[in-house]
């Protein structure tokens, strides 16, 4: 469980940077420079995720049970992922109208995915995990559009194709990750199939 709480909090804590120390972040940048900047944050953010994934790895070989999810609750998880993968795609296509509107929808999308993954889980590792992203990704979410209303930032809405466009990439995406890349990644079949 260790390896795993330490890579949840090596990567998560190097995203959470901008939320508690976003001047900081900003005078380090200036003496630095974005590329070392970059290089450094990357290298943490792998580091925290490879060993995450490893420690996720372990506990879920051995799960303590918290609940027991009611019937349903994974196709109900399923369903809120798809606009969690609209919303994940939402934060690529340049000028579309779910952008325009939530602003940061890639930890919006984190946020539906966390919520209803928490819900799902059940397992004390589950809880940890989906728990730490709901956490940080409101938190992150409410610092980062405190940042655009200070800053006067707003997002450019386009043609309506870009939205239909953003809305198919992100069924697609959906589509492939929960009958597919799934289990084959995870090795849990989210809708139940074989």
Do not use: C
Not at 43 to 66: C, H, K, N, S, Y
Not at 122 to 137: D, E, M
Not at 149 to 156: C, E
């Amino acid at each position: 469980m260790s390896l795993f709480v330490f890579g949840l909090a090596l990567f998560l804590g190097v995203h959470s940077v901008r939320i508690v120390a976003d001047s900081w972040r900003q005078r380090t940048l200036a003496r630095i420079g974005a590329g070392v900047w970059r290089a450094g944050y990357a290298l943490i953010a792998l580091t925290g995720f490879v060993l995450l994934v490893m420690g996720w790895d372990q506990v879920r070989m051995a799960p303590q049970i918290l609940w027991v999810a009611p019937e349903g609750m994974k196709h109900f998880a399923g369903l809120v992922t798809v606009f969690a993968f609209i919303l994940l795609t939402a934060a690529y296509v340049p000028a579309n109208a779910i952008k325009a509107a939530v602003g940061h929808p890639m930890v919006a999308g984190v946020i539906l995915w966390a919520l209803v993954h928490l819900l799902a889980s059940g397992t004390l590792a589950g809880t940890i995990l989906f728990g730490s992203f709901l956490v940080w990704s409101v938190l992150d979410f409410m610092a980062a559009r405190r940042r655009d209303r200070r800053d006067g930032v707003t997002y450019a809405r386009g043609p309506a194709v870009r939205t239909v466009i953003t809305v198919m990439l992100g069924l697609v995406s959906w589509g492939l990750f929960a009958f597919w890349l799934h289990a084959w990644l995870i090795d849990i079949a989210p809708l139940g199939q074989p």
